[in-house]
């Protein structure tokens, strides 16, 4: 089975614009979660997703939102862009919808905000 | 909410010796704790997980323990070689609502030397 993808691999936007992020799951992987890492704050949950829902919703501000279509793909979208944004955006996929069990992670999308 | 701490923050062994990731986790109610194995610029990889019923795991050379009176679970890893060399995050489960998250820990980086 072909792993967890994710596009764009390394995305380089100035402060105030926005971005969108997409993430491809494990083929049969209806759950998708977001995370944010970076070097301070580690990894952090952003939100999760299953049948296009968000079943869970981390920390972060209203800046931060996400979908998901019917065929399990998501994206997610950062609006108005800060410089303390810039980090490696991770997406994990899972057959347990609203549980963290067994989650895959893709190879991410790293930001760089300038 | 669900806060994990991890230590030591780096760890450095002698190839074949041991090494000891310890967490520890403040929510009595989590009962799912997974480590993840992040080698520099890859995707973190799930290499073990154990759940609340359980108080011992092993595959191969990786072992986890779990403490749930003491709210501390463990990652030991024997006969270590280089390619263990990577950052290892331990995970704890936290109730939203109705349904799950994963709350990381801070991460270990762990050099094992030839």
């Known amino acids: 089975k072909a792993g967890v993808t994710q596009t764009p691999r390394y995305l380089i936007k100035t402060r105030g614009q926005q971005v969108t992020l997409s993430c491809s799951p494990i083929?049969?992987?209806?759950?998708v979660s977001w995370y944010q890492q970076t070097p301070g704050q580690g990894l952090q949950f952003l939100f999760e997703y299953f049948s296009e829902t968000q079943r869970n919703k981390g920390n972060f501000p209203g800046r931060f939102s996400g979908r998901q279509f019917s065929n399990s793909r998501s994206e997610m979208n950062v609006s108005t862009l800060e410089l303390g944004d810039s980090a490696l955006y991770l997406c994990a996929s899972s057959t347990h919808p609203g549980s963290p069990y067994e989650q895959y992670f893709g190879p991410g999308t790293r930001l760089t905000v300038t | 909410g669900e806060n994990v701490e991890q230590h030591p923050s780096t760890l450095s062994v002698q190839e074949g010796d041991s090494a000891v990731i310890k967490c520890t986790y403040s929510d009595s109610a989590s009962n799912y704790f997974p480590w993840y194995k992040q080698e520099l610029g890859k995707r973190p990889q799930l290499i073990i997980d154990?759940?609340?019923?359980?108080g011992e795991k092993k595959d191969q050379r990786i072992a986890v323990t779990l403490n749930k009176t003491a709210k501390h679970f463990s990652l030991h890893i024997t006969e270590t070689q280089p390619e263990d060399s990577a950052v290892y995050f331990c995970a704890a489960s936290e109730k939203v609502g109705g349904s799950e998250k994963l709350v990381f820990g801070k991460g270990t980086k762990l050099t094992v030397n030839p």
């Open positions: 154990i759940r609340s019923n359980v």
């Open positions: 083929s049969g992987h209806r759950s």
